[in-house]
């Protein structure tokens, strides 16, 4: 089993930066890829951005060169640079892994992008 906690979320202006945190309770390693999704009110959840054992990484079309995702193995965190914050990045952010074939989700963090 896996316990996931995000953090970091919060109230921003336009054109402000964040960075979220997902603390795994097992190792990073232990994961093929981990990932963030986001959901804005009304809409489906959505991938953000992607990240593969190997180093590998997708994003989003809206925000590839604005949005970094990394990780710590030491810290066992998985964490999301966020520049260039626009309005339409408003939602609750949610980390997620895979691991034995099952799901797991965090509880999510709130970012808010006010104009």
């Known amino acids: 089993q896996v316990q996931l906690v995000e953090s970091g979320g919060g109230l921003v202006q336009a054109g402000g930066s964040l960075r979220l945190s997902c603390a795994s309770s097992?190792?990073?390693?232990?994961?093929?890829?981990v990932a963030w999704y986001r959901q804005a009110p009304g809409k489906q959840r959505e991938l953000v951005a992607r990240l593969t054992n190997g180093g590998f990484t997708n994003y989003a079309d809206s925000v590839k060169g604005r949005f970094t995702i990394s990780r710590d193995n030491a810290k066992k965190s998985i964490d999301l640079q966020m520049n260039g914050l626009k309005p339409l990045d408003t939602a609750v952010y949610y980390c997620?892994?895979?691991?034995?074939?099952?799901?797991?989700w965090g509880q999510g963090t709130q970012v808010t992008v006010s104009s």
């Open positions: 997620n892994v895979v691991y034995g074939g099952i799901l797991y």
């Open positions: 097992r190792s990073i390693s232990s994961f093929n890829h």
